[in-house]
């Protein structure tokens, strides 16, 4: 590459994080609604025309910001679960799920973003999908691993859910039971929800511990998908097998 490209390949990745961070400023005061192409370009001093080079439109440069903060939330959760990747199941899970709401109440609008209120208008582009799944393919890791060795206990399904079990199954995870799948869903839209009830309010005058109260709560989430390990203190431990 020659000077001058690698010059312009430089000033071009700069000037994208310009728009990118103004943009994320843009979120924190008015929200992903009013994110306008031609404020952002206002504020950075550059023509409108001169923005659209390096994001055509609006949701071009929604999706940007959305795959950046799945992104970030992706890698926060993984360098936590790797600091403990050598303990048991459920501190692991745990571990995760601590990462996931430390990451919501540091980037509150990058969280509100991916989970809040959808953007009027915007529909996410399929490019948006694998990093939306990290945290969700980190945690059914946990469970795999789990299941492959110590065993996992099986949560119950009634009979009118298997068909959906098994079709979820498929879809996300074949080599686990369908019964543990459908845990693992409902334990992934809990882990949100508890998340969001936080960062948005719903736990004000109700909750006043918050840490204990959600570690507890994602403990319990990882026992309700089959984690149950009498002897799992966390520190590598495995329980006997449960189930399978």
């Known amino acids: 590459m020659s000077t001058a490209r690698g010059a312009r390949a430089r000033a071009r990745i ?12 843009q979120l924190a005061e008015d929200g992903a609604a009013k994110l306008s ?14 923005l659209y080079r390096y994001f055509p439109s609006r949701d071009d440069l ?8 799945y992104d970030s939330l992706g890698a926060a959760a993984e360098a936590a679960h790797a600091k403990v990747a050598d303990t048991g199941p459920i501190h ?24 809040g209120s959808p953007v009027p208008g915007y529909t996410a ?15 059914i890791g946990i469970v795999r691993d789990a299941h492959q060795g110590a065993g996992v206990a099986l949560p119950p399904l009634p009979a009118e859910l298997g068909p959906e079990a098994r079709r979820l199954a498929d879809d996300l995870a074949p080599d686990l039971p369908p019964a543990v799948v459908t845990a693992l869903v409902a334990a992934w839209a809990q882990l949100y929800g508890l998340v969001s009830f936080e960062l948005f309010g719903q736990f004000n005058r109700v ?14 989430l990882g026992h ?15 329980g006997g097998r449960a189930g399978s």
């Open 207 to 220: 909750v006043e511990d918050r840490a204990t109260f959600f570690r507890h709560a994602v403990d319990r």
């Open 14 to 25: 700069e000037v994208t994080a310009a728009i990118k961070d103004e943009a994320r400023r």
């Open 125 to 139: 582009p399929d490019t948006t999908v694998p990093p939306a799944s990290r945290v969700a393919l980190l945690l």
């Open 37 to 50: 192409l031609r404020a952002v370009a206002r504020e950075l001093g550059m023509v409108s025309s001169a």
């Open 224 to 238: 309700g998908v089959g984690l149950v390990f009498p002897q799992d203190t966390g520190t590598g431990g495995r």
């Open 62 to 69: 929604l999706t940007a910001l959305i795959i950046d903060a």
């Open 92 to 115: 692991r899970w745990t571990a995760v799920c601590e990462a996931v709401r430390e990451w919501a109440l540091g980037y509150p609008h990058e969280y509100a973003l991916i989970y």
